[in-house]
């Protein structure tokens, strides 16, 4: 993910929203998956770089949430996705509804976070298309 592509996430920032500003800084790296610590350098807020991704707020691990993805795109129904992992339909739902919303560029870091085949994506992309019509 470019940090071009990332926004202040405080809502009372003046850079709230805006991209490609140049106020958004790395200054750390943590972790397993080495996700960036970004800050804004006009209020100061620090906030991790899933903030802006398809990770943020869901309190599923991403290797659930990896596994539900491919699932999915493997053709199984939300139910049976939930079947499958033991999991609860809602939060399939909640892990399907947030990857479908988002742009493909958060899609390509999903594709090199999670080790997605290109074509399995795009099986998972019809899926997507086929159950909004729906
Ligand atoms: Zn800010």
Not at 61 to 70: A, F, G, M, P, Q
Request: hydrophobic share 30%; aromatic share 8%; glycine share 6%.
């Amino acid at each position: 993910m470019e940090l071009s592509d990332i926004f202040c996430p405080n809502e009372s920032c003046p850079d709230f929203g805006k991209k490609g500003r140049g106020n958004i800084v790395c200054y750390e790296i943590y972790g397993k998956n080495n996700t960036k610590l970004l800050r804004c350098k006009t209020c100061k807020t620090r906030f991790s770089e899933r903030r802006n991704t398809v990770f943020f707020g869901l309190h599923t691990s991403e290797d659930t949430i990896e596994k539900v993805v491919r699932c999915l795109a493997e053709g199984n129904s939300i139910r049976a996705t939930a079947r499958i992992m033991g999991i609860d339909k809602d939060t399939v739902y909640r892990i399907f509804d947030r990857a479908s919303k988002h742009c493909l560029k958060v899609l390509d870091s999903l594709l090199s976070d999670l080790h997605i085949e290109e074509c399995q994506l795009d099986e998972l992309w019809s899926f997507v298309k086929k159950k909004r019509k729906t």
